[in-house]
């Protein structure tokens, strides 16, 4: 049963330390996202890559945050140094681009990395 | 920024009653998708509708697409308890056709 794994499911660290956050998206996927949830906010989209390459990274605190993907097998997302505004549930979701265009299809989403920067 | 915004944003029916949301966008769209979220959970992919469809059907969803109004509409009929979730809608448009969501709909349905 294929599905996109994410780790850590929870996060409690302290203001200024760093935090990552993995992704194992779906073989054969050639897009992963990064979105925040909050109450606030809602959905964020944070970062974009399409055959892990960075398409779309316009929704990301550039100073603090950066996404990766060093294969095809992981993509990463890591805040440094962190603070309390950053505590959110981190989704990360994968997705075939649509036949014949450069569309996005239907995402298929991990359960979060819920994070709590104190 | 959200593309999308739906419509209500809280919804509390009766099992077995209708339930119908909205959802409004602003600029040009490659195609509408709606998502549902049971709490805690990550997004489930409801159904896609594209730019040139008006209206797609799966098992008790109906979803309809007014590119004229940018609008869309999801009709859950006949609802159950096990329908109470969130759901969103996306939409796919604009530079590098990324998926951006709207703030979601809180449904509650009532045994």
């Given at each position: 049963d294929a599905r996109v794994t994410q780790t850590p499911r929870h996060k409690v660290t302290e203001m200024g330390q760093e935090v990552t956050m993995r992704c194992q998206p779906i073989l054969g996927h050639n897009t992963?996202?990064?979105?925040?949830?909050?109450?606030?906010?809602?959905?964020?989209?944070?970062?974009?890559?399409?055959?892990?390459a960075p398409l779309d990274d316009s929704g990301m605190p550039k100073d603090r945050f950066s996404a990766e993907m060093p294969d095809?097998?992981?993509?990463?997302?890591?805040?440094?140094?962190s603070e309390p505004r950053d505590s959110a549930v981190y989704f990360c979701a994968s997705g075939l681009g649509l036949m014949a265009s450069e569309n996005t299809g239907e995402l298929f989403f991990g359960e979060g990395s819920r994070l709590t920067v104190l | 920024s959200q593309q999308g915004e739906e419509d209500p944003q809280?919804?509390?029916?009766?099992?077995?009653?209708?339930?119908?949301?909205?959802?409004?966008?602003?600029?040009?769209?490659?195609?509408?998708?709606?998502?549902?979220?049971?709490?805690?959970?990550?997004l489930v992919h409801l159904i896609l509708i594209r730019s040139n469809e008006r209206?797609?059907?799966?098992?008790?969803?109906?979803?309809?697409?007014?590119?004229?109004?940018?609008?869309?509409?999801?009709?859950?009929?006949?609802?159950?308890?096990?329908?109470t979730a969130s759901y969103f809608c996306a939409t796919d448009g604009g530079a590098n056709s990324k998926l951006t969501f709207g703030k979601g709909i809180t449904l509650s349905v009532r045994p």
């Open positions: 992963v996202f990064w979105y925040r949830q909050t109450m606030m906010q809602g959905l964020e989209l944070l970062a974009y890559f399409r055959n892990r095809a097998t992981l993509a990463t997302l890591k805040i440094q140094p | 809280a919804l509390s029916i009766q099992e077995g009653e209708n339930a119908t949301m909205n959802c409004s966008y602003k600029t040009s769209i490659n195609n509408l998708q709606w998502y549902r979220q049971n709490s805690g959970r990550g209206e797609k059907h799966s098992g008790r969803l109906r979803v309809t697409l007014d590119t004229s109004k940018k609008s869309s509409s999801l009709l859950i009929t006949a609802s159950r308890a096990a329908d």
